[in-house]
């Protein structure tokens, strides 16, 4: 798409911030948010279509292709939404029930095991884990099965409860950085698909180089915006979703990273574990598998290859390993 050869006029002091927005406004937002730049074009138009609500932004929405206006930096590519999709993004959170989610966490929880053994190997002598946007708590869990002192922080109240009933896991409920956490340092610190939903990536990534001990690891994972995947598919991609207002490659992320005095030390493609149950009602989206997913639930032999989880790695999500600066006397 090309520039549409004008600045558009940021004010948020002339918006009124009430609850939800009309059709086609938003927050407006002041410059890129990695370099500040007040450059960019258009590169998706809204779709928002209406109000949004806490139900949009489920981890299991379906709606690909629903998004805010997303604009990209002529300066340094980092694609975000402009305007912002409702003026509170964390109350819709707090609010989030997303039931689905928690039914997929055998296979979810898989991803978090790997990510939890690199670490592992990255500094041994890790005691300690805080996962920021935790869930239910499956990073939690997966690093108390190695053995790690683990804590979570999560907006979700309903996401906390479930953490907390089912697997007696230590949730707090609110924003990283979190009051109940002030003065502590951590060894590893995760964010695992959550950067993308947040509309200040650098102060979130300061917060967590702050929170880090020296040699200390931040982990992030997110979509890459530029992959192969999101080239093909364009507006039906399935990392465009309302959720999500901020859109990484592997250039701005490294480039992010480097900002908050994190040094980038290797990185990964993100593995998916899915049921074929649940990938084949996603794949629905693009291709007609209608038919094949009925026909299996009609015999018992095929409902249980169903439930059957199996890897799915795209390409078009990575998982970047980063290092804080300082001796590793852990």
Known sequence: MAPNGK?????????????????????????????????????????????????????????????????ECLRCGFRYADPLPAPDLIRLYEDLVDSEYSEGSEGRIRPFRRIVKRCRALLPQACTLVDVGAGIGLMCLAAREEGLDAWG?????????????????????????????????????????????????????????????????????????????????????????????????????????????????TSEPYVWFMTLGYLSTRLQRYLPVGPFQRALTRTATGRALLQKLIPVNPGDSVTYYARKAGKEGL
């Open 153 to 265: 922080v999560e907006p979700s109240a309903w996401a906390v409860e479930v953490g907390r009933k089912v697997h007696g896991l230590n949730l707090l409920r609110g924003t990283f950085p979190h009051p109940d956490l002030v003065g502590k340092r951590f060894d590893i610190i995760t964010v695992i698909d959550v950067i993308e939903h947040l509309p200040e990536p650098l102060t979130l990534l300061r917060e967590v180089h702050a929170a880090l001990n020296p040699g200390g690891l931040a982990v992030v994972t997110t979509p890459n915006v530029r992959s192969l995947a999101a080239r093909i598919l364009g507006r039906r991609w399935w990392h465009y979703r309302m959720a999500h207002v901020g859109y990484f490659d592997r250039a701005t992320m490294a480039d992010a990273l480097r900002r908050v005095g994190l040094a980038l030390e």
């Open 7 to 71: 600045e558009r006029e940021r004010d948020a002091g002339n918006l009124s911030l009430g609850t939800g927005i009309e059709l086609g406004r938003g927050v407006p937002v002041s410059g890129c948010w990695l370099c500040g730049s007040h450059e960019n074009r258009e590169f998706l138009p809204s779709t928002a279509g209406r109000e949004v609500r806490s139900q949009d932004m489920k981890i299991s929405d379906l709606h690909y292709g629903r998004t805010a206006r997303i604009v």
